[in-house]
Structure formats: C-alpha cells, structure tokens
C-alpha cells in the first residue's frame, strides 16, 4: 500500500515546493542601526524609519560614491542630519560650482542697489573698445551662461579645458582677465556654455562696481566685507569662507568654503524667496529671475540648476520625473548638491565625493529621500 500511493506523495510535496518558491513572504529589511535613527529628528515630516532607511543608504550602498554629509530641512526645521567618519557639524565643505549660485545672489544684491544693470552691457573695460563684439554681452547673457565666449568645460584632456587653464595654469593669477580675453565662438545670447570662466568674470564686475581699486587687498575686502555684511552674518553663514585669486578677484565659480548647515541655511533662504526670519535679504524679485529657464537651457536659470524636463534624449542633471519642475538645485563638482523644493517645503544638502557614474547612482537615492515629502 505504502508503494502505491508514493508517487502521489510525492507529487504533493513537488507541488507545495514550487507552490512556496512562487510565493515568498515578505523580504524583511535589516534592522536600522542607532547611527541610522539618531540622525533623524523628532519631528522630521516624512516617515521617521523610511527617511532613515534612505538617508543611511546614502553612506552605506555601493556604487554611490562617498556621502560624507546629508542635511534636510522640511518647513525650516532640521528633519535629518548625518555625517560620514571624519565630518561632523563644524568641518567646512568646498562648494565647487555651487559657488556660482552664491555669486548670482550678490550680482542681484548689486543690480537692487542700482550699481549694475541686468540687460545693460556687461561692465568689463575691455570689451569696450570700439568694433569689439563682446560689447554685445548683457549681464543677463553671463548669468544665464550664454555668453558666446569661447569656451571648453571638463574637456579631454583636462588641462586643455578653459577651467582649468584658469584655475589652475595660465590664467590663475588672474582670472578674470584670462576668461575675459576669450573671443566669441557663437553670437552673444545664441548658445548655452556651461563656463566656470563665465562667473569668475561676474565676481570681476561685482569687485569693480564695489570699488575703484586695482590693488588685490583692497578688491579682496570689498567684496568680502559685501558678502559678510549683507549675505552671510544676517543669514548666520558664519563658517563662509570666500577663495580669491592673486589679482583680488572672488573665485565665485568654485571656491566657497561653509558647513553643510550654512549651506542649508542658504538654500532654505533661496526657498523663501530670499527672506530670512522676516528680512528680506535678497529681493524676492530676483529669486524669482534665477529659476526662470534660459530661453537657451530649459534646465538652467541665473547660475543655478532647474528641475525642468529636457528633449527626450537628453541627460537632465537632476530628475524632473522625481520632484517638482519647480525644485532647483545648487550643483557642485564630484557629487555637492543643495537641493531646494519649495512645493515640499524641503532644502536637502548632499555632500561629498562621486565620479560622473555614482553620481547617476547617488542622485537615484538622494529622490528616495525627496519623494518621501509630498508636494503641497
């Protein structure tokens, strides 16, 4: 009896098999470390174990690179604050480009105290000659990188690139006049060229609209003193540290030293348009002109990243199909981001170190932290 029914046994016991394997139960998630819950605060707005969930998995996957801080602000309070080994609250974080977001909020400063005009011609003595077409760039046309300037960013190989010649090379003593003696390879307003170059010449006409001087200290103080007096020590930035070159010329393109707190604190001035704690510090105007798209580069406003969608194709360097087309973003070299989502009442900072592949990698699970804040 026992040899008769075994082949029926054991068809059962095949068929609760594959039964189980085509049905799993739910895959559990390891437990969050201490590190990973103490990071998040009381009242963080977004689920308390998801937002550490995906925070920590920021510092910890693979293939994303170094996150060395993570600072969230939902509706101006602290939601969440982590730090790699090796960095904490006081250590100060090169800005790379997210520099040129910080010029753009003086540039707007200097153009509300009627000492530049946004779509006069840019103010550089040697454009002025006459017959010289550079004459034709406005204000307008470099904060929107659409200059016409000759212009090569990141080439290959690197020391051929128009920025590192200027940082690094010919042109480091004096920046501005090494960008400045570019020709024109496209008419002034017709073609969007990302240029570190291009910002270094704003930080120039700022310095001239602030003083008359050509000597480097008396430049330097000028527009250190402006930014102390009307941008960082009413907003609290008080670990900013501005770079200069030798020539006395803000390196406002890249060089901005500040916690990823005050690089907070700078991005949540942005998303209240300017205003801190009923000051209005930069006009809410002019907030509003650097996140309109270029009418060359739907992803770009006045020295500034927008999360607007581009032609199918091409690569967005944020992710409109993840956040509000209103969100825009300061973007620094090797992976610094302050992320600024006015509709989810959000300013997310990332900072830290990955290669052009990571960052594709890292941006996916920096939007697993902004999706968990819904738009209002």
């Not at 103010?123 to 904060?143: K, M, N």
Request: proline letters at 8%; one cysteine or more.
């Amino acid at each position: 009896m026992t040899l008769r029914f075994a082949p029926l046994i054991a068809l059962a016991l095949a068929t609760s098999s594959l039964v189980s394997c085509g049905s799993p139960g739910p895959v559990e998630e390891p437990p969050l470390s201490d590190e990973a819950l103490a990071a998040v605060s009381k009242d963080p707005g977004a689920p308390t174990k998801a937002l550490a969930r995906a925070a920590d998995e920021l510092f910890t996957l693979d293939g994303l690179g170094e996150t060395r801080a993570l600072v969230v602000y939902h509706g101006g309070k602290l939601a969440l604050e982590r730090y790699a080994p090796g960095y904490d609250k006081d250590t100060r974080f090169v800005s790379w480009s997210m520099a040129k977001t910080v010029t753009a909020v003086m540039i707007g400063m200097l153009v509300a105290d009627g000492q530049l005009r946004l779509d006069a011609p840019a103010p550089v003595p040697r454009w002025q000659r006459t017959g010289d077409p550079r004459a034709e760039i406005t204000l307008r046309h470099l904060l929107q990188m659409r200059s016409g300037l000759e212009h090569t960013e990141a080439g290959d190989p690197p020391w051929e690139s128009g920025e590192v010649r200027m940082l690094f090379l010919d042109g480091r003593d004096d920046m501005a006049d090494y960008a400045t003696a570019q020709p024109l390879e496209a008419e002034p307003g017709e073609k969007f060229e990302y240029s570190s170059n291009t910002t270094v010449i704003l930080a120039a006409i700022a310095a001239r609209a602030l003083t008359d001087s050509k000597d480097p200290d008396v430049r330097r103080k000028a527009v250190a003193d402006y930014l102390k007096a009307r941008l960082f020590e009413p907003l609290g930035m008080t670990s900013a540290v501005p770079e200069f070159d030798r020539a006395g010329t803000l390196i406002g393109g890249s060089l901005i030293h500040a916690t990823a707190r005050d690089w907070a604190k700078f991005g949540e001035l942005l998303r209240n348009k300017g205003s801190y704690r009923g000051e209005q510090l930069v006009p809410r105007q002019w907030v509003d002109e650097m996140v309109e798209p270029s009418p060359r580069s739907p992803q770009y406003g006045l020295q500034t990243w927008l999360n607007r969608p581009l032609p199918e194709g091409e690569e967005h360097p944020l992710f409109p199909d993840r956040a509000p087309h209103s969100a825009f973003s300061l973007i620094g070299h090797m992976g610094q981001y302050v992320f600024v989502s006015p509709a989810q009442k959000l300013t997310v900072v990332r900072l830290g170190h990955s290669n052009a592949e990571e960052r594709k990698a890292m941006l996916q699970q920096l939007a697993d932290v902004i999706e968990l804040y819904p738009a209002s």
